[in-house]
Nanobody, 121 residues
């Protein structure tokens, strides 16, 4: 079965960095776009970034553009989200999401369970 397992969350000070990982299994990883989505406490879901199946196309929400970088390693079935210059408003649960096609324009069909990122002094 499809599994997406996020890791790398934790407590970090404002201005710090974290790298999230999403390990995928149960499907042909190189056939699917992947996105990161987050949910801050008391807020709705916010799409952050996506990467197409081959890794050649990425896109970002304005809220994280220039601070976050998405990448993937299709040989290892893993997607990363490098997060720099973290702010308190980045505090959220971060989810890895699989798209049901090559592009992040395809619908989302599977979600991981999330990893908590807390940005606080």
């Amino acid at each position: 079965q499809v599994q997406l397992v996020e890791s790398g969350g934790g407590l970090v000070q404002p201005g710090g960095s974290l790298r999230l990982s999403c390990a995928a299994s149960g499907f042909t990883f190189s056939d699917n776009g992947i996105s990161w989505v987050r949910q801050a406490p008391g807020a709705g879901l916010e799409w952050l970034s996506g990467i197409n199946s081959a890794g050649g196309y990425t896109n970002y929400a304005d809220s994280v553009k220039g601070r976050f970088t998405i990448s993937r390693d299709n040989a290892k079935n893993i997607v990363f989200l490098q997060m720099n210059s973290l702010k308190s408003e980045d505090t959220a649960v971060y989810y890895c999401v699989k798209h049901d096609g090559l592009s992040t324009q395809n619908g989302m069909d599977y979600w991981g369970k999330g990893t908590l990122v807390t940005v606080s002094a």
